[in-house]
């Protein structure tokens, strides 16, 4: 019963070993194409992938994250428009149920938005070339704590003993 056993698992892997090559990631790109014959290996250091394709070539293009002041907003258009740290000014397509507004943990309106407020805004280039912001985060200044706020600790109660 063993000697079975163990002949069963001997054609079984014999099987697995043989057939794996042909299962294998490197051999996809040699696979027969439909006249039967094999295809040439591709080299991927050349090739160019879909989302290459997709974006143009040109820098500051694709996607990415501006940080500065907001210095045109318009609701109705579902537009706003931030100023850099480069001085650079982008405006941004706002589309209405895809990008998140927020401000710290509260989301907010467009509306909400005010010029020179500060807000960090991620952003992508659609297909037309436009830049569409993905989320705005208006920026909440921090706030010094003032000496009012502050409490002294508490000092020690005594008692007199005579």
Same mark, same amino acid.
Request: aromatic share 6%.
């Given at each position: 019963?063993?000697?079975?056993? =163990?002949? =069963?698992?001997?054609?079984?892997? $014999?099987?697995?070993?043989?057939?794996?090559?042909?299962?294998?990631? !490197?051999? $996809?790109? @040699? *696979?027969?194409? &439909?006249?039967?014959?094999?295809?040439?290996?591709?080299? &991927?250091?050349? %090739? +160019?992938? $879909? !989302?290459?394709?997709?974006?143009?070539?040109?820098?500051?293009?694709?996607?990415? /994250? /501006?940080?500065?002041?907001?210095?045109?907003?318009?609701?109705? *258009?579902?537009?706003?428009?931030?100023?850099? *740290? !480069?001085?650079?000014?982008? $405006?941004?397509?706002?589309?209405?149920?895809? @990008?998140?507004?927020?401000?710290?943990?509260?989301? +907010?309106?467009?509306?909400?938005?005010?010029?020179?407020?500060?807000?960090?805004?991620?952003?992508?280039?659609?297909?037309?070339?436009?830049?569409? *912001?993905?989320?705005? !985060? /208006?920026?909440?200044?921090?706030?010094?704590?003032? %000496?009012?706020?502050?409490?002294?600790?508490?000092?020690? /109660?005594?008692?007199?003993?005579?």
């Amino acid at each position: 019963m063993i000697k079975k056993l =163990v002949l =069963v698992v001997f054609f079984l892997g $014999a099987v697995i070993f043989i057939s794996a090559p042909g299962y294998s990631e !490197d051999n $996809a790109a @040699t *696979a027969p194409t &439909e006249d039967n014959t094999a295809a040439a290996p591709t080299d &991927e250091s050349t %090739a +160019i992938t $879909a !989302d290459e394709e997709m974006f143009p070539a040109e820098e500051g293009v694709g996607e990415g /994250v /501006v940080t500065g002041e907001v210095t045109a907003l318009d609701s109705s *258009a579902g537009s706003i428009s931030v100023k850099g *740290a !480069d001085g650079a000014e982008k $405006a941004f397509s706002v589309i209405d149920g895809e @990008t998140i507004l927020w401000k710290g943990i509260e989301d +907010i309106k467009l509306s909400d938005i005010k010029e020179g407020d500060n807000a960090e805004v991620g952003y992508y280039t659609d297909d037309a070339g436009k830049l569409v *912001a993905s989320w705005v !985060d /208006v920026i909440i200044p921090e706030q010094p704590a003032s %000496a009012e706020t502050q409490t002294a600790p508490a000092s020690p /109660v005594t008692t007199e003993e005579e």
